[in-house]
């Protein structure tokens, strides 16, 4: 494949501020293919994973208790206010990038950049959290048949008695990103199936585990209080906000202006009432204090004599995780291509293959989060995710409000309810959720968007296609 680029002359903009007009976002080289239900899967794929099936049970013993619900609903109202912004961004802008580009349109480029900066980082890391949650229900499925596999394959250094690496967890980073490699048809129908499955072990779980709830075990309900509750919600938050790289396969979908804004709001509702249950059924099965810390479900049937059970939701914990590896993979590169193609980053990531991916930056982002999550424990690499998607939710919850107020005649498919209430409710939860992340936090991400400040004012300033008065577009042909 030859990428040929299409541009359209603009009138050249200096300043960081500077904003690329709303209607010459569209189309790029990546193929339209992805229905409305493929989209949805893709959503679900990404909200469904890691956050019940390997964080729940950690945050219930250690933060929240059975409050761990509680945390789940917290962190799922403060994403639904931030859903309906993105909803309404999704029917307008209908292309790769989701937050930076709509951060870039309407905020000017300083904002989008960091933004698409940021998101580069904390669905790298992601990536990596969710597969150490893959690899734990690996480890616990071959120990349940009698596999004795090697210690220091099993996790990060300090995890564990002879811990070196995640092997596991490295595996399927690497994986996904081949995959994801052999295109977006052969990658989203794989991706239905799994998510499929998934929602099946999901409702197995509820309706199995439900006849083996004691109330007694769901109190105190807040042992650790509200602000434990809180605590929980802030950690569990990006369980729930895999609507975010969905809408970065925007410029994948048919009719994205239309099914978009349905995928977002259909993906999180559906995903909230199966957390809500299954978390609830997770700790009325086992005491908060006994749960476990890896493959918390799985040791939940087991404690209660369905071993055999518990073996089936090690499976299908497995193959439903994948495809939150599969979703947040995908976000990662479009942001990316997103980016390049703007000019801020160099073109070279931008091209795409046979297949049309960017198979540049989705290697990248494989390599990357492998190296994660052979090496960083879950509970540090999930607490990195979370501050720079609640900032995510801030630019693009501003962001409707403006663009509302600015431009109130542009064509707009769905429109935020509740208009200006509901995205500064989004906007208040997600900074109060920011101050409950720890100061390690805060530092980590510190160090990343400086060296962002550094790449933005050496290079992707001078380089940017609007600064030079052009909006780019990449073609491919054979």
């Known amino acids: 494949m030859v990428d040929q680029e299409s541009s359209r002359r603009v009138t050249a903009r200096s300043g960081i501020l500077r904003r690329k007009p709303v209607e010459s976002v569209g189309d790029g080289g990546l193929e339209r293919s992805i229905g409305l239900w493929q989209l949805t899967a893709i959503g679900l794929g990404a909200i469904i994973g890691a956050g019940i099936f390997a964080l729940a049970g950690p945050v219930a013993k250690n933060d929240a208790g059975p409050a761990v619900t509680f945390s789940f609903l917290i962190a799922g109202v403060a994403s639904a206010c931030a859903a309906l912004s993105y909803a309404e961004f999704g029917g307008l802008i209908p292309s790769s990038g989701s937050a930076y580009t709509y951060g870039y349109a309407v905020l000017g480029e300083a904002v989008g950049w960091f933004i698409g900066w940021d998101l580069l980082l904390e669905y790298t890391a992601i990536v990596a959290v969710v597969a150490i949650g893959v690899s734990q229900y690996i480890a616990f499925l071959a120990d349940a048949v009698g596999l004795d596999l090697p210690a220091w394959m099993l996790g990060a250094p300090g995890t564990g008695d002879g811990h070196r690496i995640d092997l596991f967890a490295v595996l399927l980073c690497l994986g996904v990103a ?65 609507y975010d790289a969905m809408s970065t396969a925007a410029e994948e979908s048919k009719e994205a202006e239309r099914n978009l804004p349905k995928a977002i709001i259909l993906s999180l509702a559906i995903a909230m009432v199966l957390y809500l249950l299954a978390a609830t059924v997770l700790t009325g099965m086992v005491k908060y204090t006994d749960l476990s810390d890896t493959a918390a479900f799985s040791a939940a049937f087991e404690s209660v004599g369905l071993g055999g059970f518990a073996k089936v939701v090690a499976v299908g914990a497995i193959v439903g995780i994948i495809t939150v590896l599969f979703s947040f993979t995908l976000g990662a590169s479009r942001i990316w291509y997103a980016i390049s193609r703007d000019g801020l980053l160099p073109a070279w990531f931008a091209r795409t293959n046979e297949h049309h991916s960017p198979s540049r930056p989705v290697w990248i982002v494989g390599v990357v989060a492998a190296g994660i999550a052979g090496f ?61 992340l720890q100061p390690a936090t805060w530092v980590r991400f510190a160090v990343w968007f400086l060296l962002g400040v550094l790449i933005y004012a050496g290079y992707g300033y001078r380089h940017s296609k609007l600064g030079h008065g052009e909006v780019v577009q990449t073609k491919d042909t054979a």
């Open 376 to 436: 960083v424990s879950i509970g540090d690499a999930a607490e990195l995710t979370n501050i720079g998607i609640l900032l995510a939710f801030v630019v693009v919850s501003a962001a409707v409000i403006v663009l509302r107020y600015r431009a109130p005649d542009l064509p707009r498919t769905f429109r935020t309810p509740l208009m200006p209430f509901t995205p500064l409710l989004g906007i208040g939860f997600s900074l109060w959720l920011i101050t409950q």
């Open 178 to 242: 081949w995959l994801l490699n052999r295109g977006i048809r052969t990658s989203v129908r794989i991706e239905t199936w799994l998510v499929g499955v998934k929602i099946a072990i999901v409702l197995a779980v509820v309706v199995v585990g439900v006849f083996f709830v004691d109330t007694s075990n769901l109190t105190p309900y807040f042992p650790y209080g509200l602000s434990g509750a809180a605590t929980g919600a802030a950690t569990v938050f990006f369980a729930v906000f895999g």
